[in-house]
Antibody, heavy 119, light 107 residues
Framework: EVQLVESGGGLVQPGGSLRLSCAAS????????MSWVRQAPGKGLEWVST????????YYPDSVKGRFTISRDNSKNTLYLQMNSLRGEDTALYYC????????????WGQGTLVTVSS | DIQMTQSPSTLSASVGDRVTITCRAS??????LAWYQQKPGKAPKLLIY???SLESGVPSRFSGSGSGTEFTLTISSLQPDDFATYYC?????????FGQGTKVEVK
């Protein structure tokens, strides 16, 4: 059974940093692209980042480019999201997701970890 | 970036109804479109990919169609478990975008 378990969320002040982790199990983690998708309270889904199988290629929307960094450790079956210069609009539930391809869609999702940016 | 617009934003329907949700892209995305279902407090669930391919395990009452800029998700006979919010997502480019969502509620 595929399991994606996010952790690292919490309350952080504006301008602060946070590192999210996603522990993967039940599938060949090193064979799949991975993504982060977020959902602000009561709002829709927003794609945050995608990383290739090797980790050499990464993709971001303009809203987080230069502030967020996605990475992975295939030896630990773990996905990361380093978030710097956090803003109030980054407050959301952050989902880790398994993708069919780098330029693709997500077919397995974790349950999310909540990030709250507030003073 | 490619913008995705769903209509309607909210849809009121009854069990047994045929339901159709539309998703429009700001430019052609060929058939690179996915549909998800999300229930309150739960993660999204993939229903359809490549505009019309049904994900394994998804009931056959769900179907997708379209290409280019206009797409539809159809539920042939709405079931109690189908009341949820539905999102489209384009993957024509490496910069993915979601529609704003369509909530299917009880009439």
């Amino acid at each position: 059974e595929v399991q994606l378990v996010e952790s690292g969320g919490g309350l952080v002040q504006p301008g602060g940093s946070l590192r999210l982790s996603c522990a993967a199990s039940g599938f060949a983690f090193a064979s799949y692209a991975m993504s982060w998708v977020r959902q602000a309270p009561g709002k829709g889904l927003e794609w945050v980042s995608t990383i290739s199988i090797s980790g050499f290629s990464t993709y971001y929307p303009d809203s987080v480019k230069g502030r967020f960094t996605i990475s992975r450790d295939n030896s630990k079956n773990t996905l990361y999201l380093q978030m710097n210069s956090l803003r109030g609009e980054d407050t959301a539930l952050y989902y880790c997701a398994e993708d069919r391809a780098e330029r693709g869609y997500s077919f397995e999702w974790g349950q999310g970890t909540l990030v709250t940016v507030s003073s | 970036d490619i913008q995705m617009t769903q209509s309607p934003s909210t849809l009121s329907a009854s069990v047994g109804d045929r339901v159709t949700i539309t998703c429009r892209a700001s430019q052609s995305i060929s058939s690179w479109l996915a549909w998800y279902q999300q229930k309150p407090g739960k993660a999204p669930k993939l229903l359809i990919y490549k505009a019309s391919s049904l994900e394994s395990g998804v009931p056959s009452r769900f179907s997708g169609s379209g290409s280019g800029t206009e797409f539809t998700l159809t539920i042939s006979s709405l079931q109690p478990d189908d009341f949820a919010t539905y999102y489209c997502q384009q993957y024509n480019s490496y910069s993915r975008t979601f529609g704003q969502g369509t909530k299917v509620e009880v009439k």
